[in-house]
């Protein structure tokens, strides 16, 4: 929790907060040997931007030290903050479930037969020329080329036939996120549930920063040079 956003909870300034917060580190320091190293706190100096548009400092806190600078708070204050880090813990498990649900579409696996089973469904109801719009449209939407162009890219690059067989395939090794993404549109479009504006559109807006956030933490695997020629 931001030292802003207790001072904003409890109704307190922001300057007594921050000034709160030193004293209180200060204290922490003076600990020595055996009691230093049983105490569990966390306290990070960062800044913001105020409506003026000028850097203030700002103080990130666990929830452990935000309850122990509560101590010398009213029980107003103290409840309103432990009620607001239940709901962000609420937030963080929702967000964790969402993750998981989400990591199934970071599998190759899975991204190859959502694939296909999206352009079965497209030729079944409009023929070659839908599955190749479709598959058009999907890539243009996630990454502002269309799959001739990537693979050409590719091609250019003297990449291994085997990782430029499609623009999916090159997208799945140089950019996993986006591919899950893809995968993720694949999904939604190919019982027909939405159409490819419409999932793509969201799947970009919503789904393909977690999948970003993903690949940051290593939970999405990326080729190595070698693996790409």
Known sequence: MTSLEIAQLTSKTHKNVLRDIRKMVSEFKKSTGSTLSRLKWYCEE?????????SRPLFLLDKTTTITLLSGYDVVARHKIVTRWEELETE??????????LLVFTDRTKQITNSKEVNSFNFNNGGVDK???YNR?????????????ITDWAKKKKWPSKLRSSAKEVIRAIR??????????????KTGKMDV?????????????????MAEFGLIGTPTPKQLG
């Open 197 to 213: 504006e419409q999932a793509a559109s969201f799947c970009k807006s919503h789904a393909l920063p977690l999948f970003e956030k």
């Open 137 to 149: 449209k999907n890539c243009f939407y996630h990454t502002g080329k269309l799959p001739h162009e």
């Open 92 to 101: 963080r498990v929702a967000a964790t479930h969402e993750a998981q649900q």
């Open 131 to 133: 599955v190749i719009d």
């Open 46 to 54: 960062s800044s913001y931007c105020d409506d003026k548009g000028e």
């Open 176 to 189: 996993p996120a986006v591919s899950s993404s893809m995968a993720l549109t694949d999904d939604f479009c």
